[in-house]
Nanobody, 115 residues
């Protein structure tokens, strides 16, 4: 079963911006802490940003100052605004939601930063 539908990925030039979106099919999205992860070719999946049910956001050093995570619990959506993109941001980006033992993933959306 697919719990998230990600969109917004694509090809962008270095220094450009993208907005990734994720629509959740979870019944109670508002109780989950939500995350964006990414996985670059040949590398492990890594956390990018997290947001609690009440909207408190945290970022890894990779994302700090360049990316912003947001959510709309009523619409069951999660977003990641990315600015000043670099070639090293090239990866598949995934939605994730966690609550206690529950851990749900999307299929990912490809982001490629290249001139």
């Amino acid at each position: 079963q697919v719990y998230f539908s990600e969109s917004g990925g694509g090809l962008v030039q270095p220094g450009g911006s993208l907005r990734l979106s994720c629509a959740a099919s979870l019944g109670a999205f508002s109780i989950y802490t939500a995350h964006w992860y990414r996985q670059a070719p040949g590398k492990d999946r890594e956390l990018v940003a997290s947001i609690t049910p009440d909207g408190n956001a945290t970022y890894t050093d990779t994302a700090k100052g360049r990316m912003a995570i947001s959510r709309d619990n009523a619409k069951k959506t999660l977003a990641l605004h990315m600015n000043s993109l670099k070639p090293e941001d090239t990866a598949v980006y995934y939605c994730n939601a966690k609550y206690r033992m529950y851990d749900y993933w999307g299929r990912g959306t490809q982001v490629t930063v290249s001139s």
